[in-house]
């Protein structure tokens, strides 16, 4: 019999135990249930500082209490006794529960402060008066403290924009130094000397330089070629950057463009402005916005003196983004313009130089886009998105062209019908993925498209710089046609990063052509392999030969295999093109193995 009170007492023992803790557990463990995994850090962030204020709030109101003689300046409830028995007796019950709400709320010791002289007669309703006074004189002081334009400020701004034409990823930290010597091809001929490329970035600015120092084996001089008309000197900063865009109110990218959107991509996507090697172009990518309700965003493919290059320019507003109403406050209307007359003067392979034919009177496009998130918690966001654009490149010298069959091209001529500008329009939608805390993201865009006959979407492409005239030339046979557009990007720890995207009319053809886009980076896989390559093919008339190299072609890699902390060896390859002696283009290879220092800060 005692053995079973024992084991009764015991039983119940755990049992409470288990009940205390699950309480415990309950009460203060903030993953006791998976709330956390879809909780908005910045709403939980508003809430705490709300909390703030409410305590401070009620700090304010026990110091006009105690200033009033309600309230002594005491610290503890056991240096300080509610005078219960001289109180009346329709106010000793309130008493009783101000003292037992001081005794059973521990985390707010000004109620445990609670002493009442035995001569003040209060009465809940007296007291309630009083507590109303106060909230109205903190109040007034709260309006007095905080500045007009303060509140202003936190009225009118906006949700963070932050979707997928951000990229993926916070911005980088660290850096990196790669140099070494080398042993380098440039169109045939060889060169011996040394690279440097410091990379790094420092909160919101990086920088990354590209300093080549060749000298040639054949001729016996150091390379300056890189050097020559344009931008010079400046063709060795890879980049100068401040912020991350659509993330931070000021973004500016200075250097060569990779890969570059302006607005939802209709008329500039995939852009790149550095086809050559020996000639790199140093240009300007950039988005501004006020408060996340009113911002511009563009960019000029090159700071070259001689002529007014590539200028693409998008407005943009997002008229409701003041308001607290999920999915249309993030509603964005914007109109982007792009105009070119580039006339700069291409130094060809026989000494002589050339310009292009069809944007002397300068060509242009403008177009209509909106968007907005349909979604967004941790795990997924969704953002739609429709556009429309029209291009203006009828020129004199395009339509003599075309109609005398005599392009620089030499292709036959289509244009039974004359030309006219053609357009197009599109509606997409993004999805992005996040598992396990952002160790794996992806994003996946679809998009479906519709255009006229003279008409190429996404004209402003990396294949526009490739060739210009080429690229305008080919606007007289295309034809009317429906398509679509994917693309999908994923990263792995912030380490691997792997893309591409694929432009597919319904029936591809010659005349309305696909366009096929791969990229890589890989940052220090298992400390040992780094990689960064980009490959784009336009004007595909059949997939069999998308990965080929030809005169549609461009691509870039740089692979790394990092021998320790110090040492490397690795190799940079590109597939580029040089102006002609015919006055067009011709595709070069660089291959530069090397061997020296890579070091990682």
Do not use: C
Not at 70 to 83: F, G, M, Q, R
Not at 317 to 340: A, F, H, K, Q, Y
Request: hydrophobic fraction near 35%; proline fraction near 4%; aromatic fraction near 10%.
């Amino acid at each position: 019999m005692t053995s079973i009170k024992l084991f009764s007492i015991l039983t119940l023992m755990l049992f409470s135990s288990l009940w205390a803790t699950a309480q415990e557990t309950k009460k203060d463990d903030p993953y006791a249930d998976y709330s956390y995994l879809w909780e908005d850090s910045k709403e939980k962030a508003k809430e705490d500082k709300r909390k703030a204020k409410e305590e401070a709030k009620r700090q304010k109101e026990l110091e006009k209490l105690r200033k009033k003689g309600l309230l002594p300046d005491t610290t503890s409830v056991t240096e300080s006794k509610v005078a219960l028995d001289s109180l009346p007796s329709d106010s000793t019950q309130y008493a009783e529960e101000v003292v037992a709400d001081s005794t059973e709320t521990k985390s707010e010791p000004v109620l445990e402060e609670a002493y009442i002289p035995s001569d003040t007669t209060i009465t809940p309703s007296v007291t309630e008066d009083i507590l109303d006074d106060l909230d109205r004189d903190v109040e007034e002081e709260e309006d007095e403290e905080e500045p007009k334009e303060k509140k202003e400020k936190k009225r009118l701004e906006g949700k963070p924009i932050n979707d997928f034409r951000g990229g993926m990823g916070g911005p980088p930290s660290g850096g990196s130094f790669n140099g070494g010597f080398t042993l380098t091809q440039i169109d045939g001929q060889y060169f011996a000397g040394m690279t440097l490329n410091p990379d790094f970035a420092i909160g919101k600015v990086g920088v990354g330089l590209n300093i080549p120092i060749l000298y040639g084996l054949d001729d016996k001089k150091i390379r300056t070629e890189i050097f020559e008309d344009g931008v010079g000197v400046t063709r060795l900063i890879t980049y100068i950057r401040y912020g991350v865009q659509k993330k931070d109110h000021v973004y500016v990218k200075v250097g060569q463009l990779d890969n570059t959107m302006v607005g939802y991509g209709g008329l500039v996507n995939n852009y790149t402005n550095t086809t050559s090697f020996e000639k790199r172009k140093v240009g300007l990518h950039y988005d501004l916005n006020w408060r996340y309700l009113i911002g511009i965003e563009g960019l000029y493919s090159d700071f070259n003196p001689g002529s007014a290059n590539l200028f693409a320019i998008r407005p943009y507003l997002r008229p409701l983004g003041w308001m607290s109403v999920p999915i249309i406050n993030t509603l964005e209307i914007g109109t982007p313009i792009v105009r070119d007359s580039d006339q700069t003067k291409i130094v060809t392979s026989d000494s002589t130089s050339t310009t292009y034919q069809f944007t002397k009177d300068g060509i242009g496009a403008f177009g209509v886009d909106m968007g907005l998130t349909l979604l967004r918690v941790p795990f997924i966001q969704i953002d739609l998105f429709a556009q429309y654009s029209k291009l203006n490149v009828s020129s004199p010298a395009l339509v003599d062209s075309l109609e005398t069959n005599n392009s620089v091209l030499g292709e036959p001529s289509t244009m039974s019908d004359g030309f006219s500008d053609g357009s197009g329009k599109s509606v997409g939608l993004n999805f992005r993925f996040n598992f396990i805390a952002n160790l794996l993201s992806t994003d996946m865009r679809i998009e479906r498209l519709s255009y006229t006959e003279h008409y190429l979407p996404q004209f402003f492409d990396a294949t526009y710089e490739i060739n210009k005239d080429a690229r305008i030339y080919s606007l007289g046979a295309a034809e009317e046609m429906s398509g679509i557009y994917g693309s999908l990007t994923g990263h792995i720890l912030q380490k691997v990063q792997l893309g591409g995207s694929l432009l597919l009319p319904d029936n591809i053809s010659e005349e309305t052509p696909a366009t096929v886009r791969l990229n890589a980076d890989v940052d220090r896989l298992a400390d040992k392999v780094s990689m960064h390559a980009s490959y784009i093919k336009g004007n595909l008339s059949t997939l069999e030969d998308a990965f080929t190299f030809d005169e549609r072609s461009l691509a870039k890699v740089r692979f790394i295999y990092h021998m320790n902390k110090f040492l490397a060896v690795g190799m940079d390859y590109y597939w580029a093109f040089t102006p002609s002696a015919d006055g067009g283009y011709k595709a070069t290879q660089y291959i530069s193995p090397y061997f020296g220092l890579s070091i990682a800060f």
